[in-house]
């Protein structure tokens, strides 16, 4: 067996002596999530006897140009933004007839692709079912979305349909932002918002460093307590934050889950020719009482 050139760094041991070998396209973002969605990915292989590697799907386009031609029997993509380019190539593959599995963002319908993800109406209703936990009656919220987790902002509308479901009438005042890669951009964007519409009582983040600096803006502001957070993910300093009662509670996704069930599903195609065309990996409320 020749030896592949986009063998990766972060792979399963002995990929050549394996008979299924799994290539995953991945953001380059060093976070917690990709951490521990390639994390999952791992186990899941090592459990069932195939390769995994890891590559970068945005800073080298020409490693996914190509992948199709490199023998791999199937593809983890977490593909989140609809360019052209990566469409064309992501329809070659399903030409091809390779397994693909799209994570948290489905961008393609075919029967020879499959999503594994989170749900963003579970994401929206889990954010009306923190909200609700305030006994309030009345609800102007703002939220933030973020090109800094791609997957949520991919699919608004379903978050903000998951929110109105559960809110309902009591829902006055919906607002949408969205932050850049910038690592401060939430805080400013948080202050901006706060200095002209000071009726904003709920600031909803939907990436973990988002929260961070958002909370930090509102400490310096002195408004904790006048505006409730609602953040996203499991951070050490988030789940602080919760205990000390100054982010109401967090949305958290199943990275592990994710990645462990994108191999599997990705064997179980390989051998029988089907998988289970939908796997929701759920979401985890965070509150102050789980801590």
Known sequence: MLQSPFLSEESTESTEELKFHYAFFLPAEDNSFFSRLREGAIAAASSID??????????NPLS?????????????????EEDEKKLQFLSEIVKEKIPIVQIENEVIQDPGSF????????????????????????????????KKNPGVM?????????????????????????T??????????????????????????????????????????????????IGFGEHETIKAYIEKGVI??????????????AVIALKE??????????VDTGITILTRQDQ
Do not use: W
């Open 50 to 59: 195939c390769a995994v590697t890891f590559h970068p799907i945005d800073s």
């Open 64 to 80: 996914f140009e190509m992948a199709r031609f490199s023998g791999f029997d199937g593809f983890g993509l977490y593909l989140y």
């Open 115 to 146: 999503f594994i993800g989170t749900n963003n109406f579970d994401i929206g209703k889990g954010i009306g079912q923190l909200a609700l936990e305030t006994g309030l009656d009345n609800f102007s919220m703002v939220l933030i979305y973020s």
């Open 248 to 261: 109401l509670g967090s949305i958290i996704r199943n990275p592990y889950q994710i990645g462990f069930s």
């Open 180 to 229: 850049s890669l910038n690592p401060l951009d939430a805080g400013m964007l948080a202050y901006d918002l706060l200095s002209k519409e000071p009726a904003i009582d709920f600031i909803v983040l939907t990436d973990p460093n988002d929260t961070l600096v958002t909370v930090q803006t509102i400490i310096d502001m002195n408004l904790v307590g006048m505006v409730q957070i």
């Open 269 to 278: 195609i390989s051998l029988n020719g089907y998988t289970s065309a939908y």
């Open 154 to 178: 991919s699919d608004r509308n379903l978050v903000e349909m998951g929110i109105k479901s559960v809110l309902k009438e009591k829902l006055s005042d919906l607002k949408t932002e969205e």
